[in-house]
């Protein structure tokens, strides 16, 4: 907002961090929610993707899934129809940054500049939900996040999914691993990576997916972000 923002230029390192201590019940970062209900929440990270988003769009209308996709900015921007695609089909888009750097090795005023330019890639069916890339937080992160209006989410369950693995092992992890409020990590396309064994192609996670939602249909539903944190209480990592 414009007043963070004024809020911002005053402040010096060690305001910063006065200003963290005192907010920081506020703070930290969602990972899952302790709900009663049997919900839980699938989030998709690095897209959107011309070719594996709408797959994916396809297989959670399918199993009546809703799911949260954190955009990556520079590539929302080149494809506006699949933003408004993920939104009209009743899916939350939250904010990975414009380019996928990692945030606490960059001065405030560029995080600030990186999470800015992702809403404007996304306007304005973003919602104010962000995801570090990499997962890669400080409290310094959480403070820039906070000032901006955003909850800081990141999940407890992750696949490695960017590894090469086939589709019945991943399928396996999942329906295993899934409890009540979970926040499950996966990606519909790879933004950069550095790994060797990185499994760029998409096809097989879509597949596990599709054969984790049939085989939990009868005992989960998948919501949005902002629905399974109205299901209970945010459990937060410090």
């Not at 990692?102 to 990186?114: A, D, E, I, V, Y």
């Not at 809403?119 to 570090?132: D, E, I, M, V, W």
């Amino acid at each position: 907002s414009r007043g963070s923002r004024r809020i911002w230029r005053y402040l010096n390192h060690k305001s910063r961090r006065s200003l963290y201590y005192l907010l920081r019940n506020k703070l930290g970062s969602i990972t899952c929610v302790a709900t009663s209900e049997p919900v839980a929440a699938l989030t998709c990270d690095d897209g959107p993707h011309p070719l594996y988003t709408p797959q994916l769009l396809d297989i959670l209308d399918k199993h009546n899934a809703k799911a949260t996709f954190f955009l990556v900015g520079e590539v929302a921007g080149k494809y506006p129809d699949l933003v408004r695609m993920i939104s009209r089909s009743g899916h939350a888009i939250g904010n990975h940054s414009w380019d996928h750097p990692l945030f606490p090795g960059l001065k405030t005023r560029h995080r600030w500049s990186q999470i800015y330019r992702c809403s404007r890639a996304t306007k304005p069916h973003g919602q104010r939900l962000f995801r570090p890339p990499f997962g890669a937080e400080d409290h310094e992160v959480q403070l820039d996040a906070f000032l901006l209006g955003y909850k800081v989410v990141k999940w407890n369950l992750s696949f490695t999914d960017w590894l090469s693995q086939d589709s019945d092992t991943l399928s396996k992890k999942i329906i295993e691993s899934v409890s009540r409020g979970s926040i499950l990590l996966l990606h519909d396309s790879i933004y950069c990576s550095k790994v060797p064994d990185t499994q760029w192609d998409r096809g097989p996670v879509l597949e596990a997916l599709d054969m984790a939602l049939t085989e939990l249909r009868d005992n989960y539903r998948f919501v949005t972000i902002p629905a399974l944190l109205r299901s209970g209480r945010a459990v937060k990592s410090s």
